[in-house]
């Protein structure tokens, strides 16, 4: 898996989902952009992390609160940076997200927007629930606890 995300050029990453929210099943999206949106994404310019995944009542799945900045060199043709934007996934996905919202304390987060080895922007969306204030902590511990874990090993050889 390791080597398939090296081919991956990703264009922005939500680093701080991993942090709030206990990740599980996740999904890959394609974008429905305009051509400004990605031009500017190929940039790298995107932000994700205060963005959501709303599923609607009629199987539409969108992505709320995302910012693509306008690209620099688009003219009157440029983007609206903070406008939803659909999401295309297959029926049996869009039917697991919305049995996974249904259930109490899970949402949809958008973990990072990359280009595919075909030159395609997706997304990858995960369901998660979130955690609270001790689960973080007791993150944090373990976080710590291998990076020192690995310091001893590395001194003792």
């Known amino acids: 898996m390791v080597e398939a995300e090296k081919r991956f ?14 990740i599980g099943d996740a999904y890959e999206a394609g974008l429905m952009l305009t051509g400004t949106e990605v031009k500017s994404l190929r940039n790298g310019k995107a932000t994700i992390a205060e963005s959501y995944v709303s599923v609607e009542r009629d199987g539409q799945v969108w992505l709320i609160n995302s910012t693509i900045p306008e690209y620099t060199q688009g003219n009157r043709f440029n983007h609206e940076p903070k406008r939803p934007r659909k999401l295309l996934l297959h029926l049996k996905e869009i039917v697991k997200l ?25 997304i990858e969306i995960a369901i998660a629930r979130g955690k609270k204030a001790h689960d973080k902590r007791e993150t944090e511990k373990e976080r710590d606890w291998n990076r020192e874990k690995g310091r001893l090993l590395r001194d003792r050889c």
């Open 9 to 22: 050029k990703i264009a922005a990453d939500n680093r701080r989902a991993r942090y709030d929210y206990e």
């Open 98 to 122: 919305t049995k996974g919202i249904e259930r109490e304390g899970m949402t949809v987060v958008p973990l990072k927007i990359y280009f595919n080895e075909k030159g395609r922007a997706k």
